[in-house]
């Protein structure tokens, strides 16, 4: 326990490491630093304690005779279970947790489904936050009017979900009473009071809108029961934003205020409230207690004002304030901005901490903030920052840890798996906050599996249900696709590849490349070099196949291709030698051996007749023949997934991962050999072709088609094969956007219902028009070029509405991604037994490399995905053709 307890110290202080967050700090300024900064390190000791003491607290909370006067209020919730998946039906729902002011329609559909049929979000001015109760649910009411008219349902009463994220005592399923206002309202007449008859009286101070039956709902129960209807093993709900809170599923026994033994009920902790008894007392800074004394609620809530974002922020100013006034930073001058409470906002920690970019982030903070900094200013702000943060997350997790070990005490279990859904700022967009929760957590609660499911937002929480259920389907797939008895009809093909290893930097030599992957075929010369690590383009070729030539004879296409590598030679000098040669086919294939592959079937507008069932290999060594001026050496058959990933994996050796989303799309990644079991042997380890692309071809993701997708599929050259790709990739997201919008313009909702020839030609909105209606700064001057040009007559709302359903399609096609990936990051970390998976996805493709927000919205979306995973992206924009080269090589070096 000393060496954890020493380390959990260490990274409380530089969760980013020692040599990252203390870079750039002399030795001796680092040493006065520290002195400042040590009161908010947490020894694995002391966050034992304090989980034990909010322990002690729950059961005060939950017992008949002590509850009234517990810091931790443990308030009842009446949720008497957790979602089983058979829920449906439509709701409105109002949320009310901080500044914002969200209404929702949300239908629940068989299937797992939760749709946001639409919303609303109206900020709340602060003087009705500070005003009257009846200010404030007469603006609620008002909004909730507006949105019932705007979306045609004022004639209907449907059942509401009010989210009220306060501190309240809840006597039945529809009666709370507040028992008092936390994150900076401070309405009169409210507290005391039944907030649903409050809500109640002003809708009918309305006159014209109804409402059904009113279910009473914490955001926090929100959470975990939005997360539970998709995982039912989801019994804790969590939120690090603005404030912070927390429920779990209880034992009904247990439950000492509410009469009944039996069965379990979600219990509202608010956990906020920890430590408003002076027990905290302990490990309060100067900086806590300045906090505390100039908010609006003095005494209440201390450890949220500890850990949640609404005062994280302004610790850190008030640490810069003091070391300022110190001589420590900045020349000892203080800005104006610096001397403002609040001017240091909790968003700035964020981008400070950012791995990349965090220091350049800094010094324009500095600068906004009226600072006289100097690199090593800028460095320190750093530290204090991820200090900050670090103490935050230890806490957290000390509070999290408490809850999980009581639900597995409870259930007198050796070991709980259980889930977490999550929400909140602070979680999702810190960089490394989740990390330093999580890595707490494994040593807090180490009898407990934890799984972390995010749902950030309304439509957030949509996508993330989308994406773990694909996530889980795939899954199953890869799983059938392995297996010797199922693979031949598994949608999902899970091509053994013959590639045994990945690169290890000492490869070398010449070779040919032929990279065949869709309209164009391009011929390299490779050189690779050992003593560099680089992997040279001695020269290139791009030859274009005519559409007659992707749907005429295979002879036909061999032939063209050997007429260019001819042609190549010749150029190059090359004829006189024998190279070997990597073959770049980016078609599903069965691979027999590294240089024996036979095509399954075309994709990608190819329908080249007498090759589906060939080696295509065969083919062209036999087209070469037939052509009679050249020789090669020896082939090695690479998809371009492989190459990709073998070309990253050369400079990377961590690379284990390649996926293409451009054209089409695909992945690849390192499986055990022992999996593998179409193929004999049990060591090691082989690349396998997962061919994703195929994934729902038997149906398994027809809940989530739209018509748009039925359309393209169905007027595809090749209906009912590869749907994910039709769902996800460059050669179709233009035509499901035009689908949209022609349907839009016929609805009246564009265009003044005028579809022009150009729209109403399949084809003709290119998916690169969505890259650039969705630039960020020229998007909406794009968008118009755009418009104009398909013969549309539009206006500026036009527009707009454009570029609003590009990003939903584009947004999908990342999400969805996303959860395919996850899938393939959680198989390796398992198969490895690993607490921690680090590894690195090699990337290629249009989709991926040109669209302005694609890959940054992957990467957002994969993280809650695989929260236990650390994935690098590294990106090569002739990957495949270069990999082809490197698994040549590899296979010379492991060859006999």
């Known amino acids: ?98 500044t914002n002011l969200r209404v929702l329609h949300v239908r629940l559909e068989e299937a797992q489904k939760v749709l946001e049929m639409g919303s609303w979000k109206r900020i709340i001015p602060e003087k009705i936050m500070l005003g009257t109760g009846k200010q404030l649910f007469n603006f609620i009411a008002i909004c909730l009017r507006h949105f019932l008219k705007s979306q045609n349902l004022k004639d209907q009463t449907l059942p509401l979900g009010f989210t009220f994220s306060f501190p309240c005592k809840q006597l039945e399923i529809d009666k709370g009473t507040l028992i008092h206002w936390t994150k900076g309202f401070k309405c009169s007449g409210v507290e005391g009071e039944d907030v ?6 002003a809708i009918d101070r309305t006159k014209d809108c109804h409402i059904g039956s009113v279910a009473m709902v914490n955001d926090i129960v929100g959470t975990m029961m939005s997360c539970g209807y998709i995982d039912q093993s989801c019994e804790i709900g969590m939120i690090i934003g603005t404030g912070t809170n927390a429920c779990y599923m209880e034992e009904m026994k247990n439950v000492k205020c509410i009469e009944g033994e039996d069965g379990r009920m979600c219990i509202n902790t608010e956990w906020g409230g920890f430590g408003d008894d002076v027990s905290l007392d302990d490990i309060l800074t100067e900086f806590d207690v300045e906090v505390d004394e100039n908010s609006i609620n003095p005494g209440v809530h201390i450890f949220e004002k500890m850990i949640s974002g609404m005062y994280l922020g302004e610790i850190v100013r008030l640490v810069l304030v ?52 100097d690199p090593v200013d800028a460095s320190v702000v750093r530290l204090v920052c991820d200090t900050i943060s670090s103490r935050s997350a230890h806490l957290c997790a000390a509070a999290l840890a408490t809850l999980v070990n009581r639900i597995r005490n409870n259930r007198k279990l050796d070991h709980l798996k259980t889930t977490v859904g999550v929400d909140g700022a602070v979680y999702t967009k810190h960089p490394t906050f989740s990390s330093k929760l999580q890595e707490a957590m494994r040593l807090l609660a180490p009898q407990c599996d934890i799984t972390f499911l995010v749902l950030e937002d309304s439509s957030g929480k949509g996508a993330a249900i989308t994406a773990a259920v694909v996530s889980a389907r795939l899954r199953k797939d890869l799983i059938r696709g392995l297996e010797k008895h199922s693979h031949h009809k598994a949608p999902v093909k899970m091509l053994p590849t013959f590639v045994r290893a990945t690169p290890d930097g000492t490869e070398k030599g010449d070779f040919l490349a032929l990279d065949l992957g869709g309209t164009n075929f391009r011929v390299l010369h490779v050189r690779v070099e050992e003593e560099t690590q680089k992997v040279l383009n001695m020269g290139s070729q791009i030859c274009t196949i005519p559409q007659e030539m992707m749907l005429g004879t295979g002879e036909q296409l061999f032939d063209h291709i050997a ?38 079937r075309w994709t990608k507008g190819f329908n080249c007749s007498g090759v589906e069932g060939k080696d295509v290999v065969q083919l062209l060594k036999e087209a070469i023949h037939r052509r009679g001026d050249y020789h090669i050496g020896s082939v090695a058959m690479v998809n371009d997934t492989v190459g990709t990933m073998m070309s990253c994996g050369y400079s990377d050796q961590s690379c284990e991962i390649g996926m293409i989303i451009g054209t089409g799309t695909n992945a690849c990644y390192m499986e055990e050999m022992k999996n593998v079991k179409r193929i004999e042997g049990e060591d090691g380890r082989m690349c396998i072709n997962t061919e994703w692309g195929g994934f729902g071809d038997d149906r398994s993701l027809d809940d989530i088609l739209t018509e748009f997708d039925m359309e393209v599929d169905k007027t595809s050259i090749n209906p009912g094969v590869h749907i994910f790709e039709k769902m996800i990739s460059g050669m179709y997201l233009g035509e499901i956007v035009r689908l949209v919008l022609v349907k839009m313009t016929k609805d009246k909702l564009l265009f003044k219902g005028h579809i022009s020839e150009a729209l109403g030609t399949p084809g003709q909105f290119e998916t690169k028009f969505i890259s650039e209606i969705e630039e960020p700064d020229s998007g909406l001057e794009n968008a118009t070029k755009i418009l104009t040009e398909l013969g549309l007559e539009w206006d500026p709302v036009d527009a707009s509405v454009v570029r609003l359903v590009c990003d939903t399609i584009s947004s999908r096609s990342a999400h969805l991604c996303a959860a395919a990936l996850a899938t393939l990051v959680n198989r390796i970390r398992n198969n490895r037994k690993l607490d921690h998976l680090k590894t690195t996805v090699g990337v290629d493709g249009t989709v991926y490399r040109k669209h302005p927000t694609f890959s940054s919205k992957l990467q957002k979306a994969v993280r809650p995905l695989a929260p236990q995973c650390d994935i690098t992206f590294l990106v090569s924009e002739d990957s495949s053709g270069k990999g082809a080269a490197i698994t040549t090589a590899v296979a010379q070096r492991l060859a006999p």
């Open 563 to 600: 007429t260019c590598l001819g042609d190549f030679l010749e150029s190059q000098n090359l004829k006189g030698q024998t190279l070997p040669l990597g073959f770049t086919f980016s078609f599903p294939c069965e691979q027999l051996e590294i240089d024996k592959s036979i095509l399954i």
């Open 196 to 201: 649903v008859q409050l809500l109640k009286k």
């Open 1 to 98: 326990m000393q060496l954890k307890e020493k380390y959990l110290k260490i990274s409380t202080c530089s969760s980013m490491s020692n040599t990252q967050a203390n870079d750039g700090i002399p030795p001796d300024v680092l040493s006065e630093v520290k002195k400042y900064l040590q009161p908010f390190q947490l020894s694995t000791k002391t966050l034992q304690e304090v989980s034990a003491r909010l322990r002690k607290d729950l059961i005060e909370g939950l017992e008949k005779h002590s509850h009234h006067k517990a810091p931790v209020k443990m308030l009842p919730t009446f949720v008497r279970a957790t979602p089983d998946g058979t829920e449906k039906g439509d709701f409105l729902v109002l949320d009310l947790g901080g």
């Open 322 to 373: 003091k070391m300022t006034k110190d001589g420590l930073l900045f020349k000892g001058q203080i800005s104006e901005a610096l001397g403002t409470p609040g001017q240091f906002e909790t968003k700035f920690i964020s981008e400070i901490e950012k791995p990349d970019s965090g220091l350049e982030n800094a010094t324009k903070i500095l600068t906004e903030l009226g600072l006289d900094w």
